[in-house]
């Protein structure tokens, strides 16, 4: 079995660290070629991505004498303990020097990135040039190192670690829940969904918190709804019940989710992951949570650019059209769009003259604001009929977050297939 085979997914990394691990297996083959082995890796990624994991099955596949090195000693003794490390390696003939979180090596921040301890790795580094020390590190947030000691020549390749893209989200939900005891009725595609974007350490704990729900129950199966609970509960912060709410309140959040998820679905069919009236914002206390899919929802092009928009209109031109009232929580929807007008302007998309960025008259400015606000009253009028040529899909919808309170996307797609839609 392949040590890397403990890796579910990131199948890109995962080639190019086999690559790297043949060279410090296969020296002499590649000392035929001319070939020097490189300087060092450095995994870089947020927290829980698995960094230090394909970092153990790099080391565990090379068959190579580690030394490993995390900040757990005083700062003078510790740029002690790297120098003695180095050392230790050097009198190896091939080994590996781990440096586990090295952004935590020292307290210095993205602008003054020149610790001790930096300096100390940079020298150690330099002075192991052709001797068969490998340097293989991780870190959470590569800014705080210094340019000096990203470079080539120290780490000759930087690998990006993200978020698992949905398939391999789907793959690690599985493995998690094949240790539990679960109920049949557990869709992983559906759980896949609601996490998508979320990280290998948030995955295996939701399930985790799912199962403390079911024990706490006395139940001796995990269900779906205990999965679903758990994921609004750690991820998003929504509240297990909404006794609190009035029936007024509850169908204002629904009203505004619907309008996003209409919107959405008609522009885009099947990109809704899941809506739920669970939601807490910060100022009111009360809000409600849709999330479309990841990958839509990038301003990779003009048509994802305006869905964005359209999208974000949609919470109040539903409300407006239904209530006859402003919708009052739709503040970082506006702010959001008038950000990505903004950033449309600027890319010259209504002409240059009109871009932010290149204007410094005071008549210029509000040449571009009245742009910008042209922009958005055409794309929310685009909205509010989409909405309207909709009104039994926004209607049914509502009626299912009230009746349901959350809506997955297979609940949407049930909706959508009951119903006629236009667009």
């Known amino acids: ?53 394909m970092a153990k099955c790099f080391i565990a596949e090379s068959g190579c004498k580690v030394f490993t090195l995390r900040k757990d000693k005083p700062n003078g003794v510790f740029v002690n303990e790297i120098k003695d490390v180095f050392d230790q390696a050097k009198t190896e003939e091939l080994a590996i020097v781990f440096l586990d979180d090295m952004d935590k090596f020292a307290n210095e921040d993205a602008n003054h990135p020149d610790a001790e301890e930096y300096v100390t790795i940079q020298s150690c580094i330099d002075d192991c040039k052709g001797l068969g020390v490998f340097t293989l590190a991780t870190v959470n947030n590569i800014h705080r190192l210094p340019d000096s000691l990203r470079r080539v020549g120290r780490f000759d390749k930087i690998i990006s670690v993200n978020a698992p893209e949905y398939e391999d989200g789907v793959r690690i939900i599985e493995q998690y829940i094949d240790k539990m005891e679960t109920m049949e009725d557990i869709d992983v595609e559906l759980v896949a969904r609601m996490m998508e974007g979320e990280s290998c350490a948030k995955l295996e704990t939701v399930i985790n918190e799912a199962g403390i729900y079911a024990g706490f129950e006395n139940r001796e199966k995990i269900c779906q709804q205990d999965l679903t609970n758990a994921c609004l509960q750690l991820i998003f912060n929504a509240p297990p019940a909404l006794s609190e709410y009035d029936e007024s309140t509850l169908k204002m959040i629904a009203l505004h989710e619907a309008g996003h998820i209409v919107v959405s679905e008609i522009l885009e069919p099947g990109s809704i992951n899941f809506s739920s009236v669970r939601g807490v914002d910060i100022s009111t206390g009360i809000g409600g949570i849709t999330r479309c899919r990841k990958n839509i929802k990038k301003n990779t092009t003009y048509k994802m650019w305006e869905y964005n928009v359209l999208c974000g209109f949609g919470g109040r031109a539903a409300t407006e059209i239904v209530s006859g009232e402003i919708d009052m ?63 039994a899909f926004l209607d049914a919808v509502v009626k299912g977050l009230i009746d349901k309170k959350t809506l997955t996307f297979r609940d949407i797609q049930n909706i959508r297939e009951s119903i006629t839609l236009v667009g």
Request: positive net charge.
């Open 329 to 391: 929580g739709c503040q970082s929807d506006i702010n959001n769009i008038f950000s990505l007008i903004d950033d449309a302007l600027d890319l010259g998309i209504y002409g240059f003259e009109n871009a932010s960025k290149f204007c410094e008259a005071e008549y210029e400015k509000e040449r571009a604001v009245r742009a910008i606000s042209l922009e958005a009253e055409r794309l929310y009028r685009k909205a509010k009929k989409i909405i309207l040529d909709n009104r």
């Open 1 to 53: 079995m392949n040590a890397f085979d403990k890796v579910i997914g990131y199948e890109s990394i995962k080639m190019e660290l086999k690559r790297y691990c043949d060279i410090l297996k296969n020296p002499k083959k590649y000392e035929k070629l001319g070939v020097a082995i490189p300087s060092g890796l450095l995994l870089e990624g947020k927290p829980g991505l698995g960094k230090t994991l």
